[in-house]
């Protein structure tokens, strides 16, 4: 086993640490890892991202159902629109893709550059909700009120589209949604939201089931040190305050996607 790899597997145990404590984040560290430790390619690493974000969300969401905080039926609500979505990014959109997009002004544009680019976008993106940690505020009461279901389509269908195109959970943009147009309680947002990763997760992952030379091996190990890591995080979490961790995490995942923005560009250059 090589330095590199050794790296990559603490930084699984650490993915799943950090979705423990702070209940979402992670996730969105699973495909630099793939890329820059293991060496995957970055439109391989969103495909097993989907798998190990989906099977540790799945995972986290047992914990929090059998603790009452996961809305089955709200979930499936908005799976309904955002699963299809993954699934059919996944199985068509993703493929065809070309490899060499543009050349402009002397610079090519690849599918592989792109997709670093975009995702360490959302990584910034990502880093700012962390790091604002406001919530809107959401009453039990509150579900009873009418859903927009033009907007919880049009929701489902953006979010399952960044879930498919670059492998992320999407949690720091699910949780606002289930909120807001499903008018979840916060503590039922966030279990929720789980389970909504997890059926978007690996049920686009099977859109890619096809494809030769998926290294079961890595997955299975990466998945299992994740899984582990969200056992230990969320038990942490009884002794550790969750705030102040989220809002440092936000900063790390911000100098992450600064750092894979400028190095994606200046190997371009």
């Known amino acids: 086993m090589n330095t590199m790899h050794l790296l990559g597997y603490i930084a699984s145990l650490l993915i799943g640490i950090s979705l423990g404590l702070i209940g979402g984040g992670g996730s969105i560290l699973t495909m630099p890892v793939m890329v820059y430790l293991f060496g995957v390619s970055p439109v391989t690493a969103t495909s097993y991202s989907l798998f190990v974000v989906g099977s540790t969300s799945l995972v986290g969401a047992a914990r929090q159902y059998k603790q009452g905080t996961v809305n089955v039926r709200m979930a499936l609500l908005f799976a309904a629109t955002s699963v299809a979505t993954v699934f059919a990014t996944r199985k068509w959109l993703v493929p065809s893709i070309p490899g060499h997009i543009a050349t402009i002004h002397g610079f090519n544009i690849t599918e592989s550059w792109l997709t670093m680019v975009l995702f360490a976008l959302l990584m910034l993106i990502s880093a700012i909700f962390m790091m604002r940690n406001k919530h809107a505020p959401g009453s039990r009461e509150a579900v009873e009120k009418k859903i927009n279901a033009g907007k919880l389509i049009l929701y489902g269908t953006g979010i399952g589209l960044v879930t498919g195109l670059l492998g992320a959970g999407g949690g720091f943009l699910l949780i606002p949604a289930l909120v807001l147009l499903l008018h979840l309680p916060m503590k039922e947002a966030v279990g929720t939201s789980l389970l909504v990763i997890a059926l978007n997760s690996l049920i686009g992952f099977t859109g890619n089931l096809h494809d030769k030379g998926i290294d079961w091996q890595l997955l299975f190990a990466v998945t299992a040190l994740a899984i582990a890591g969200i056992l230990l995080g969320s038990y942490l979490n009884r002794k550790i305050p969750a ?17 894979i923005l400028v190095r994606e560009i200046s190997t371009a250059l």
Request: proline share 0%; charged share 20%; aromatic share 24%.
């Open 243 to 259: 705030g102040k961790l989220k809002k440092g995490f936000g900063w790390f995942v911000l100098a992450m996607g600064i750092y």
